[in-house]
């Protein structure tokens, strides 16, 4: 709280308020574009000392750079936007932050108090739009509201299952006259989230870990929004039980630990899946029980007790039953697990079901095919990348095949270091997030893994990169195609490519795009060129690069459980199921 604040001020206009409110909540940067009705607002932010403004090329933009801001960073994200098309172009990232668990709040300009409800210029109810999509929202109408509502939507965006909060503020209540006063305490009587996890629970836990055969902690991007991997890392280092990381929580568990089995569910690998299949106790820690991880819920895990502690309580049983329901932070709830387990012994017998699932990483490992006609495989090349750039670098990556390979073939050790759009699955997610982590983390290595059909959805956001002074690279995977969506086409629609050929390594040509925005463009399509076109892009410091790397465009991402089917019907490859019975166990 600034001393000012604890004091109030004399009169200022709303719209001062609102920026020293910004100030007063420790924002720095915000991403936003004006428009008519927050243009109050942005007069005061010329002014302002201590936050920086970046102008964004279209709100979506602002609002996924907000988010990759938050999960690189930790800090809540903020964007800014103005009434009507303005605040209805950040419903996506909105949306996506929701799924997510990402703090963010979005500033929105709205039409004068008295002309709401009359349909005015650029007037839309983005409130009501977005109640589903947001943790909370509001409406300001009167100018005294607004350093208590700025107040809580960052307390209620942060706390609890972290989330994006709306703040709508209309143009009227930005133009009067007001005082500023930061306010001492907040009043939120219906905001109470439980941190701290029910002591019978915990040890209810901790005696379905010590009577196991087959225990798994899945471990889910709740483990990284409350920074437990610090604990995590205690509790699997004193119980030697197995690890799965979702794609979400990619970068909580270090994928050199040989406890780590990797990614979960429907292009998780054989380890991972078989390990939740067949085990007789999942510990679940920040996650959801999603469909891409259980595929269908009537078969998933079907001899397994769970334990499912989450921070929200709504989690928790929705889609699979909890026998042992923990609501808590992941960092609280862990840290007693290991405390009592460290007091009662942690000596589980788990030595048969550890070797057997060692057997499968070793016998199916992630492994892909080098392309006949000595073209370019994806998966080498993100391979690479990951190798070059190493496990301190950012990665932020789009939607879709290039997303899972990221997640697979990148090696990730620390977390929040993997950023991507996990729940809602947004296509041009990967640029505007890598801008919005380069900005929270100046001093990183920041690479956007994107598709060339991602790719063209937002990359008029490299402008805002090359006249900020903000230097991510990207790598695009072409292959001249949506590739998730042909390899569907593939497996499942006999090959009949409908509207999925991209033709991008002709129209448009991606190096000398990326010359026009201001950017350093470079191009690969021969394996010998990759790892020295990677370095060659590592080098470059003071702009922005873009690699289009041309690769094979039939590859596919393996392993991969039908959409809908059990994950028992695994393949690692077309055609090819891997072999595991219980009796091995």
Request: with cysteine; aromatic share 6%.
């Amino acid at each position: 709280m600034t001393e000012q604040g604890a004091q109030g001020s004399g009169s200022v206009t709303g719209a001062q308020s609102l920026v020293t409110s910004l100030e007063a909540a420790g924002v720095t940067d915000i991403f936003g574009i004006p428009g008519g009705a927050i243009l109050p607002a942005y007069d005061p932010l010329m002014d302002s000392t201590r936050i920086r403004h970046i102008l964004v090329r279209h709100e979506q933009g602002a609002g996924h750079a907000a988010q990759g801001y938050a999960a690189a960073t930790g800090r809540v994200g903020v964007c800014m936007a103005t009434s009507g098309p303005g605040a209805t172009n950040l419903v996506t990232p909105l949306a996506d932050a929701h799924m997510d668990s990402v703090p963010m709040v979005a500033v929105t300009g709205q039409v004068g108090a008295s002309m709401i409800g009359t349909d005015a210029f650029q007037e839309a109810d983005i409130r009501g739009i977005t109640m589903p999509i947001t943790k909370h929202n509001f409406l300001v109408t009167d100018p005294a509201d607004i350093p208590h509502t700025i107040a809580e939507a960052f307390h209620i965006a942060s706390t609890g299952r972290p989330g994006p909060v709306l703040v709508d503020v209309a143009k009227s209540a930005l133009q009067a006259q007001t005082t500023f006063t930061w306010p001492a305490e907040l009043h939120l009587p219906g905001y109470r989230p439980v941190t701290t996890p029910h002591s019978k629970q915990i040890k209810e836990a901790v005696r379905l870990i010590r009577e196991a055969r087959r225990p798994v902690l899945y471990v889910g991007g709740g483990v990284i929004r409350a920074r437990a991997s610090r604990e995590l890392a205690q509790l699997a280092a004193l119980t030697g039980i197995p690890v799965v990381t979702t794609l979400m929580a990619r970068g909580a568990f270090p994928d050199s630990n040989p406890q780590h089995l990797g990614m979960p569910g429907m292009h998780g690998t054989v380890a991972a899946v078989a390990g939740l299949q067949k085990s007789d106790l999942i510990i679940s820690l920040g996650a959801r029980f999603d469909d891409r991880v259980t595929g269908n819920l009537d078969s998933f895990a079907p001899n397994a007790l769970v334990v499912h502690a989450d921070i929200d309580p709504a989690e928790i049983g929705k889609n699979r039953h909890a026998d042992v329901p923990i609501v808590g932070d992941c960092k609280e709830v862990i840290s007693q697990l290991v405390a009592l387990l460290t007091a009662e012994g942690a000596d589980g017998d788990y030595e048969a079901w550890v070797a057997f699932l060692a057997g499968l990483k070793q016998r199916y490992p992630l492994g892909y095919d080098t392309p006949a006609d000595g073209s370019l495989a994806p998966q080498y090349v993100i391979e690479r990348l990951g190798a070059i750039a190493g496990p301190e670098a950012v990665y932020a990556s789009g939607v879709g095949q290039h997303q899972m390979w990221a997640a697979h073939y990148v090696g990730y050790e620390n977390p929040n270091t993997w950023i991507n759009s996990g729940g809602l699955g947004t296509m041009g997610y990967a640029v505007p997030a890598a801008m919005g982590a380069k900005v929270g983390m100046p001093d990183t290595t920041v690479w956007a893994i994107d598709g060339d059909g991602c790719f063209q959805m937002t990359n008029q956001e490299l402008a805002t990169c090359a006249i900020n002074d903000i230097p991510i690279k990207v790598a695009i995977i072409n292959n001249e195609s949506l590739g998730m969506v042909r390899q569907w086409q593939t497996l499942f629609y006999n090959e009949r490519y409908s509207n999925t050929d991209l033709h991008s390594k002709r129209i448009p040509d991606f190096v000398k795009l990326a010359d026009a925005y201001g950017c350093v463009g470079l191009a690969c399509e021969s394996p010998d060129e990759v790892d020295a076109t990677i370095e060659k892009a590592m080098a470059i410091d003071d702009q922005p690069v873009v690699v289009d790397f041309r690769v094979h465009r039939d590859a596919m991402v393996w392993p991969m459980v039908a959409a809908g089917t059990s994950n028992d019907e695994i393949k690692y490859a077309r055609d090819l199921a891997p072999q595991f019975d219980e009796d091995d166990i």
